[in-house]
């Protein structure tokens, strides 16, 4: 099967620093996405990028698939953005291991 | 986005007796539900897979006797864990898609499980 493999594990940050996760696959994959799980457990929807570059605030994102990987940037970094974040593939939505995101005020 | 609302959040169930977890799509069609597991800072791990009107396929190494699925209508799917022992207390968390139209996927709040 295919494999992901996402860096860094853990990341801690200041508030207002920018940061870049990464999702590497051992294969072309399809129905590329990006997760943040809250506290919570809430999964929430952040980006379904195949390929390119989409927006959306704070959060950008973008897909290289002839390279085989995935970059999702955060910018000017939040309290509230810490949790952890998954890549997930495929129809079946497979998971990376996740990137555990901790942000100090 | 999509809203996907599971429920109960949380059970407590004592060993033996079975527990029943809703998933419904509030806002579009889930042609198709993915029932999933979570054990504490783990990743997400599935468990089946349903499409409406079908019977769930389920993942290796996941005991479909045990782990009831059902997908009666492309809002509403449901799991059932039978016969239930402290070994499942996990996190379930289902999500559904609608596959005619969009790939995105939609994922429920989530259900703790605790087995006493």
């Known amino acids: 099967g295919i494999q992901v493999e996402q860096s860094p594990p853990d990341l801690i940050l200041q508030e207002g620093a920018n940061s870049t996760l990464r999702c590497n696959f051992s294969d072309s994959v399809n129905n590329l996405q990006w997760f943040h799980q809250n506290p919570w457990g809430q999964l929430i929807n952040l980006f379904y990028i195949p390929s390119g570059t989409k927006q959306n605030g704070r959060l950008s994102a973008t897909t290289v698939a002839t390279e085989r990987y995935s970059l999702l940037y955060i910018s000017s970094s939040q309290t509230t953005d810490s949790g952890v974040y998954f890549c997930?593939?495929?129809?079946?939505?497979?998971f990376g291991a996740g990137t555990t995101v901790t942000v100090r005020a | 986005g999509a809203v996907v609302s599971q429920h109960p959040s949380r059970v407590i169930c004592k060993s033996g007796t079975s527990v029943k977890i809703e998933c419904r799509s509030l806002?579009?069609?889930?042609?198709?539900m993915f029932w999933y597991r979570q054990f504490p800072k783990q990743s997400l791990m599935l468990m089946a897979t349903s499409n409406e009107g079908s019977k769930a396929t389920y993942e290796q190494g996941v005991e479909k006797d045990k782990f009831l699925i059902n997908h009666a209508s492309l809002t509403l799917s449901t799991l059932t864990v039978t016969s239930a022992h402290p070994e499942d207390s996990s996190f379930y968390i289902c999500s559904g898609a609608d596959r005619g139209v969009n790939t995105e996927a939609f994922f429920g709040q989530g259900t703790r499980l605790t087995v006493v």
């Open positions: 806002d579009f069609q889930a042609t198709t």
């Open positions: 997930a593939y495929d129809y079946k939505l497979s």
